[in-house]
């Protein structure tokens, strides 16, 4: 049942599924709300959206949706398993064999993407009319053609499907990875070849452009939904991305794939698009977990200007700021303005303003304010708008802009406002468990320790100092593992950590929970603190033991032993800490 595990898991957003018992609230990256399990006053049940894990400081409690699910309705795994598996929509059904079935065709599906990515670039080389489209008509440089995984889908009708039987992958397998088309041949042809990868850089699919205009056949062409493509989810560009989103804190969102390869290679990279679908709610979560603001890049068409309002509606349920990239008069799309001067899209993104005021504008571009019709439309439109802004201040500044361009009074447009009845705030799900009170705290230094490395790198080198015999079982195996690999990457844990995963994400989240507020100069002291701390209490610890044992050996007259434990605990005694 794990591929069936992994597979709810990937569907579901633990913030949701947390979020129909308790009412959270952001704090920084992550999410904080009162205990369902206690009968806490101040909120200290923290979620993480990012790494999908939640922790309650007033239980100590924490773990996954499948824990947390178990917990507050009192099911056991297989129950907890079909509760979300319904509410992600995922048939069971098809993972009951139990043998992994489904796993099984997701790798073969990965591989034969892989080896089709190879493909693809192998013929980009050898095809000079493809390398001229990429190089010269695109303008793309070696270093972007390797980082976007770019190649060629020969023309003829089933080039890549003979290249792929021979390496022993049946019709059925290539279906699965999406790659051949109904009647058994090649999907992609003739097509400029741009690889559609996960958020941790393996291929899940492909983006084709055709390289000769052809009437009869669609200009681009994805892959189509298959095991490991999911077009309604899927952001491109994410992987080449996601580290300049969390740098600068912001997210620029377009329409096409391709200017999100031309906005890399202009210096721009905290830019992606959504995979020729509408904006999702979906979409704004998996990216405000990298960054509290998302910019978007749409026409100032009404097409453009809808698309924004919905967008508004989203950024408000999930809490993220939401701003808008205009592209000068006469430009159709980023690449169109990149080919023009790279410098133009870069202003273009700094000069973003908030979406709110963009559609405002917009609406009163489109309305004619010198008539009572126009100011009705748009006055009508405009408040639709600031009644869904959450935040009372924000919706009085808007009302004060839509007063100044109808010349209506504040108290008009606030009756106005309040004509249309407010939807009532939704019914938390009450758990199925009787609250307790609030435990007293563990001690939890080795914990603190552990998360502060995790989370800072630079504060490492004091784990050398310590001692991973002396720890409980998933602090020794991190401890063990930055003794041996300092530059340990937490986002692709080694094996042996693997079976701890649960752990460091939460060891990670108190981490970042004590230290929000710390400067990043003052952990490594803090750090080194904490170290000698926590070596000061395992000798004590260590003292007290020896004691005893010495104790024990003089009432047994056990010269022997207890002169070796004297020994041991003068030697303790005279260690420096």
């Given at each position: 049942?794990?591929?069936?595990?992994?597979?709810?898991?990937?569907?579901?957003?633990?913030?949701?599924v947390?979020?129909?018992y308790?009412?959270?609230k952001?704090?920084?990256?992550?999410?904080?709300?009162?205990?369902?399990?206690?009968d806490?006053?101040?909120?200290?049940?923290?979620?993480?959206?990012?790494?999908?894990i939640?922790?309650?400081?007033?239980?100590?409690?924490?773990?996954?949706?499948?824990?947390f699910?178990?917990?507050?309705e009192?099911m056991?795994f297989?129950?907890?398993?079909?509760?979300?598996?319904?509410?992600?929509?995922?048939?069971?059904?098809?993972f009951?064999?139990?043998?992994?079935?489904?796993?099984?065709r997701?790798?073969?599906?990965?591989e034969?993407?892989?080896?089709?990515?190879?493909?693809y670039?192998q013929?980009?080389?050898?095809?000079?009319?493809a390398r001229?489209y990429?190089?010269?008509?695109?303008?793309?440089?070696?270093?972007?053609?390797?980082d976007?995984?770019?190649?060629?889908?020969?023309d003829?009708?089933?080039a890549?499907?003979?290249a792929?039987?021979?390496?022993?992958?049946?019709r059925?397998?290539?279906?699965?990875?999406?790659?051949?088309?109904r009647?058994?041949?090649d999907?992609?042809?003739?097509?400029?070849?741009?690889?559609?990868?996960?958020?941790?850089?393996?291929?899940?699919?492909f983006?084709?452009?055709?390289?000769?205009d052809?009437?009869?056949?669609?200009?681009?062409?994805?892959?189509?939904?298959?095991?490991?493509?999911?077009?309604?989810?899927?952001?491109?560009?994410?992987?080449?991305a996601?580290?300049?989103i969390?740098?600068?804190?912001?997210?620029?969102?377009?329409?096409?794939?391709?200017?999100?390869?031309?906005s890399h290679?202009?210096?721009?990279?905290?830019?992606?698009?959504?995979?020729?679908?509408?904006?999702?709610?979906?979409?704004?979560?998996?990216?405000?977990?990298?960054?509290?603001?998302?910019?978007v890049?749409?026409?100032?068409?009404?097409?453009?200007?809808?698309?924004t309002e919905?967008?508004?509606?989203?950024?408000?349920?999930?809490g993220?700021?939401?701003?808008v990239?205009?592209?000068?008069?006469?430009?159709?799309?980023?690449d169109?303005l990149?080919?023009?001067?790279?410098?133009?899209?870069?202003a273009?993104?700094?000069?973003?303003?908030?979406?709110?005021?963009?559609?405002?504008?917009?609406?009163?571009e489109?309305?004619?304010?010198?008539?009572?019709?126009?100011?009705?439309?748009?006055?009508?439109?405009?408040?639709r708008?600031v009644?869904?802004?959450?935040?009372?201040?924000?919706?009085?500044?808007?009302?004060a802009?839509?007063?100044k361009?109808?010349?209506?009074?504040?108290?008009?447009?606030?009756?106005?406002l309040g004509?249309?009845?407010?939807?009532?705030?939704?019914?938390?799900?009450?758990p199925?468990?009787?609250?307790?009170t609030?435990?007293?705290?563990?001690d939890?230094?080795?914990d603190?320790i552990?998360?502060?490395?995790?989370?800072?790198p630079?504060?490492?080198r004091?784990?050398?100092?310590?001692?991973?015999?002396?720890?409980?079982?998933?602090?020794?195996a991190?401890?063990t593992?930055?003794?041996?690999?300092?530059?340990l990457?937490?986002e692709?844990?080694?094996?042996?950590?693997?079976?701890?995963?649960?752990?460091?994400?939460?060891?990670?989240?108190?981490?970042?929970?004590?230290?929000?507020?710390?400067?990043?100069?003052?952990l490594d002291?803090e750090?080194?603190?904490?170290?000698?701390?926590?070596?000061?209490?395992?000798r004590?610890?260590?003292?007290?033991?020896?004691?005893?044992?010495?104790?024990?050996?003089?009432?047994l007259?056990?010269?022997a032993r207890?002169?070796?434990?004297?020994?041991?605990?003068?030697?303790?005694?005279?260690?420096n800490?």
């Amino acid at each position: 049942m794990n591929d069936a595990k992994e597979e709810v898991r990937a569907r579901l957003n633990i913030e949701d599924v947390i979020g129909e018992y308790v009412q959270l609230k952001r704090a920084g990256r992550n999410l904080k709300g009162l205990s369902p399990f206690t009968d806490e006053r101040t909120p200290s049940f923290m979620v993480s959206p990012e790494k999908q894990i939640w922790h309650d400081f007033s239980s100590g409690k924490g773990g996954d949706i499948f824990t947390f699910v178990m917990l507050v309705e009192g099911m056991d795994f297989r129950q907890a398993l079909e509760h979300l598996a319904r509410k992600a929509g995922v048939d069971l059904s098809l993972f009951s064999h139990g043998d992994g079935r489904t796993a099984k065709r997701r790798a073969r599906a990965g591989e034969a993407l892989k080896l089709a990515a190879n493909f693809y670039q192998q013929n980009l080389v050898k095809n000079s009319a493809a390398r001229e489209y990429a190089v010269k008509k695109r303008r793309l440089n070696r270093q972007t053609i390797g980082d976007f995984i770019i190649g060629y889908a020969p023309d003829q009708g089933d080039a890549l499907t003979k290249a792929l039987e021979k390496r022993g992958f049946s019709r059925r397998e290539l279906a699965d990875a999406g790659l051949v088309n109904r009647f058994g041949g090649d999907l992609f042809r003739g097509r400029m070849m741009v690889v559609l990868s996960d958020s941790s850089g393996e291929v899940v699919g492909f983006t084709g452009r055709i390289i000769r205009d052809d009437p009869r056949a669609p200009k681009y062409l994805n892959t189509p939904q298959t095991l490991l493509f999911d077009k309604s989810r899927h952001i491109f560009g994410l992987y080449q991305a996601k580290e300049a989103i969390r740098r600068s804190d912001a997210a620029v969102i377009v329409e096409g794939n391709l200017d999100v390869v031309s906005s890399h290679q202009a210096g721009v990279k905290n830019v992606v698009a959504t995979a020729g679908t509408a904006m999702t709610l979906q979409h704004l979560k998996v990216l405000s977990r990298l960054a509290g603001r998302i910019r978007v890049a749409f026409d100032g068409d009404r097409a453009g200007v809808s698309a924004t309002e919905r967008a508004i509606n989203l950024a408000q349920e999930i809490g993220v700021e939401l701003e808008v990239v205009s592209l000068p008069d006469g430009v159709k799309d980023p690449d169109e303005l990149i080919q023009k001067d790279p410098a133009l899209w870069q202003a273009a993104v700094e000069r973003a303003q908030p979406a709110v005021d963009w559609v405002i504008a917009r609406h009163a571009e489109m309305e004619d304010l010198a008539t009572a019709e126009g100011k009705r439309r748009f006055s009508t439109t405009a408040l639709r708008i600031v009644r869904g802004l959450k935040d009372p201040v924000e919706q009085e500044h808007y009302l004060a802009v839509i007063s100044k361009e109808t010349g209506a009074s504040l108290a008009v447009l606030r009756a106005k406002l309040g004509a249309e009845r407010s939807t009532p705030p939704a019914q938390l799900k009450k758990p199925k468990i009787e609250k307790a009170t609030p435990s007293k705290p563990r001690d939890e230094l080795a914990d603190i320790i552990v998360g502060l490395a995790l989370s800072q790198p630079s504060t490492r080198r004091w784990v050398g100092a310590l001692e991973a015999a002396s720890l409980d079982e998933p602090a020794r195996a991190v401890v063990t593992a930055l003794q041996a690999e300092p530059l340990l990457d937490i986002e692709k844990l080694p094996r042996p950590l693997q079976k701890f995963e649960q752990y460091v994400k939460i060891v990670q989240l108190k981490s970042e929970r004590r230290y929000m507020d710390w400067e990043p100069e003052a952990l490594d002291s803090e750090m080194a603190r904490l170290v000698k701390q926590l070596i000061r209490k395992h000798r004590d610890t260590k003292k007290q033991q020896l004691l005893e044992d010495l104790r024990e050996a003089e009432e047994l007259s056990d010269e022997a032993r207890a002169r070796i434990l004297r020994q041991q605990l003068n030697a303790l005694i005279k260690e420096n800490v």
